[in-house]
């Protein structure tokens, strides 16, 4: 007799349990919305949560199918099966649009401060970024401060800077970045 009690119990216990998808299938659910990357690029993570693993990695502006919303986390697809983003990380195909007609250059590295406690006045640089994000040259173009050395400084910091690729109809664009610094 007590080994019938035990019975459903065990039962309840496996019937409860989550079963893990089968390597080789693929996850056939229909998205619910298409949404737009639109951040610099967008990590999608095996669980919700930002210490789960990375699965894959999407770039500006590039589509992807919605499962499912659970608060600040959406399910997207990737691959053959399914992982999870940060809402605020998508956008709208209005949103690609409108980012696209007039994208704003991102540091990856921000230049690191000069530092000139009694300087007056400003530095203002311009810098030819490539498809990668890197500055391959750089022009001042203005500096009121009257420290050719200051102007040069801020220049190097701005050299080695990187940003995050401009994506413009799916392509990476070389781009023109002006830098003010005032003092």
């Not at 409860?16 to 990357?37: C, F, K, L, M, W």
């Not at 992982?83 to 250059?105: F, I, N, R």
């Not at 910091?157 to 990187?162: D, F, H, Q, R, V």
């Amino acid at each position: 007799m007590k080994q019938l009690a035990v019975l459903p119990l065990l039962f309840a216990c496996f019937c409860s349990q989550e079963v893990p998808r089968e390597p080789g299938t693929v996850d056939t659910r229909a998205p619910i919305a298409v949404r737009y990357v639109a951040s610099p690029e967008l990590p999608v993570h095996e669980q919700p949560n930002e210490a789960s693993p990375v699965m894959a990695t999407y770039q500006n502006g590039e589509a992807i199918s919605v499962l499912s919303d659970k608060g600040e986390w959406a399910e997207v697809r990737s691959g053959d099966g399914s992982g999870w983003a940060k809402t605020a990380d998508l956008g709208s195909a209005q949103a690609k649009e409108a980012y696209e007609s007039d994208p704003t250059p991102r540091f990856r590295v921000m230049p690191l401060p000069v530092s000139a406690p009694g300087a007056h006045g400003e530095v203002y640089i311009e810098a030819d970024v490539n498809s990668d994000g890197d500055v391959i040259s750089t022009r001042i173009i203005t500096n009121t401060t009257g420290s050719p050395a200051l102007a040069s400084q801020n220049e190097q910091a701005l050299k080695s800077a990187k940003f995050h690729p401009i994506i413009q109809k799916n392509q990476r664009t070389p781009f023109k970045y002006y830098h003010k610094v005032s003092y």
